[in-house]
């Protein structure tokens, strides 16, 4: 598993409360096998818990 923070600023995908601001956030890679990935992206608003925002699961095609 990998773990990649970062920040955004916030084109309003959150809502116009956060419109401007930094907004911290992770990506988690899982590899589970050679034919199946998983991409987590979270993100932490101010002053808010955590959350799973999107999921993005990789299949290889056999």
């Known amino acids: 598993m990998l773990s990649i923070p970062g920040e955004f600023t916030d084109p309003g995908v959150l809502g116009p409360d956060y419109l401007g601001e930094s907004i911290p956030m992770r990506t988690v890679i899982t590899i589970g096998s050679k034919n199946r990935h ?25």
């Not at 991409?39 to 056999?62: A, S």
């Open 38 to 62: 998983t991409f987590d992206l979270y993100f932490t608003p101010p002053g808010r818990p955590e959350r799973l925002v999107d999921r993005v699961v990789y299949t290889r095609k056999l």
